[in-house]
Nanobody, 113 residues
Framework: VQLQASGGGLAEAGGSLRLSCTASGNIVSGGWYRQAPGKQRELVAAIARNIATYYADAVKGRFTISRDNAKNTVYLQMSSLKPEDTGVYYC???????????WGQGTLVTVSS
């Protein structure tokens, strides 16, 4: 499955952004990762079927992952943004439970203080 991510940009601290990741076909699970400058890529949030299964401690209560099965799209609603949320955000999804994950291109999120 191919993934197309969008929605990154510049936001002020306390602001909001919504990221979208549209798959070329059906997916069973999806997630958003981010990579801050000089740091390793980390999992931010994940969803399987229609149940959010994981949030990183740093984003709990501020970020919400959701999906629209009809559109094969996974969203990441980011609110109360902080400068430390800055980084390149990548979506990842699986078409089958035992298949490999696919990656979308990164989308840059920059949060100014």
């Amino acid at each position: 499955v191919q993934l197309q991510a969008s929605g990154g940009g510049l936001a002020e601290a306390g602001g909001s952004l919504r990221l979208s990741c549209t798959a070329s076909g059906n997916i069973v699970s999806g997630g958003w990762y981010r990579q801050a400058p000089g740091k390793q890529r980390e999992l931010v949030a994940a969803i399987a079927r229609n149940i959010a299964t994981y949030y990183a401690d740093a984003v709990k209560g501020r970020f919400t992952i959701s999906r629209d099965n009809a559109k094969n799209t996974v969203y990441l609603q980011m609110s109360s943004l902080k400068p430390e949320d800055t980084g390149v955000y990548y979506c990842q999804a699986q078409a089958t439970w035992d298949g490999p994950g696919s990656w979308g291109q990164g989308t840059l999120v920059t949060v100014s203080s």
